[in-house]
Structures are given as structure tokens and as C-alpha cells.
């Protein structure tokens, strides 16, 4: 790892240029930990058109295959990372996918009422997130079963989100007989299918209304 990457580990407790770095990535392959910043692109409106700016994350955690819980904070994606287990949002986090990383999210990304997803792409926007359903009336990226639904805003990206067959969610949005959410998609590349009962962006079967933006 760099010399300059000097951040303290969470689990290992030692300098990331202690600890193990076997992808050479920057990030410790133990907690994801990581000094130095990312850079991503967010986008506003303001009233008549889109604004674009280029910002910078000070301090990121490297998301990892082994990561299944994702707390209030700044996350990015580096390099091909595949999560099976479903990955629960708590708080308000947002994830950077880094120009040719690709995140696959085998079951999914939980966003419950009460937490924000936000997903930025940086400046080349070639940035991966694919996402199936977590089982039974529940979403690629939202809400589960009967769940309350949180809020997700989307910056820019490649994001592919699918419900398998016969499973009563929406794509992106609400489960089935789940309840709110909303949706804003500023930018990005979005394929998103349902099945028969559930949208591809929008409410599961039974759901109540979820709000969406499209810019």
C-alpha cells in the first residue's frame, strides 16, 4: 500500500501500510478502511435544468464481499466486488462507483424506512451496479416484505436491477405490501425490471404509492 495511506484500522488496529493489502488497492482487505478521498459527481436542480458538480469524499470505506451491513457514512467501489448476502442500509449512505468497478449485489440492497441510499459515478460514469431481489415480495435495491420503504437517489451509473419471477417487488422501489419511499434519478444508465406485480421502478404488489423523480 502507498506510504501516505496511514489511516488506523477499525478491527486490525494497525496503519493500512501494516496491514493486509493483497489487491493493492489502498484499502484493508480486513475492515475496507481507507485513507485518501473519491472523487464522484452529484447533480441538483434548480428549477429549470440539471447542475452537475464535481466533488470530492474526504474519507471512504472500501465495500468488500464480505460486507453485509452498510452504516451512515461514504463508501466506494473499487475494482469487481460481488456481495451475496442482501446488504442492509442504516442512516444516510452513499456509495461511489469508481470508473470501471462493478458491485454485484447477489441479493440485493436493503434501504428501509428511515435511511437514504445515494449512488454516485465518477466523472467518467462507467461506474457498475447490478442487484437481483433478496426473495419473496422483496426489491433489487428498496424496501422487503412488508417493510417501510427509505429514500433512494440515483447520480449516475450502469445500474441493472431485477426481480426474479413471481416475486411480487418491484425492481427498484417498494416490496410487496410495503409502504412510501421515494425515488429521484438525476442521471445514469437504468435498466430496472419487475415482474407481472411489481414495477420496475416503483411499487411492489399491494404496495402504497412511491414517490418519483425523473430528470
Not at 72 to 93: M, P
Not at 134 to 147: E, F, M, Q, V, Y
Request: with cysteine; glycine share 16%; aromatic share 6%.
Amino acid at each position: 500500500a502507498d506510504e501516505n495511506y496511514d489511516h488506523l484500522c477499525d478491527l486490525c488496529n494497525k496503519t493500512l501500510t501494516e496491514c493486509i493489502d493483497a489487491d493493492n488497492d489502498q484499502a484493508c482487505d480486513i475492515c475496507g478502511k481507507m485513507s485518501g478521498s473519491a472523487d464522484y459527481v452529484e447533480y441538483s436542480w434548480d428549477g429549470t435544468k440539471l447542475v452537475s458538480q464535481n466533488k470530492n469524499a474526504e474519507t471512504v470505506t472500501a465495500i468488500l464481499g464480505t460486507s453485509q451491513s452498510l452504516s451512515a457514512g461514504w463508501y466506494v467501489v473499487r475494482g469487481d466486488v460481488t456481495v451475496a448476502e442482501r446488504l442492509k442500509i442504516s442512516g444516510t449512505v452513499s456509495i461511489i462507483l469508481a470508473d470501471g468497478a462493478t458491485l454485484n449485489a447477489q441479493q440485493g440492497i436493503d434501504v428501509p424506512g428511515g435511511s437514504t441510499l445515494n449512488i454516485y459515478a465518477q466523472t467518467g460514469g462507467t461506474g457498475n451496479l447490478t442487484a437481483q431481489n433478496g426473495g419473496l415480495l422483496a426489491t433489487a435495491i428498496g424496501s422487503t416484505n412488508r417493510k417501510n420503504t427509505g429514500t433512494i437517489n440515483i447520480h449516475g451509473g450502469h445500474i441493472t436491477a431485477a426481480i426474479d419471477s413471481g416475486q411480487h417487488a418491484s425492481a427498484i422501489g417498494s416490496g410487496g405490501f410495503s409502504a412510501g419511499g421515494a425515488i429521484t434519478i438525476y442521471g445514469g444508465n437504468i435498466t430496472a425490471t419487475g415482474d407481472k406485480y411489481g414495477a420496475g421502478i416503483g411499487g411492489g404488489d399491494y404496495a402504497e404509492s412511491v414517490d418519483i423523480t425523473i430528470y
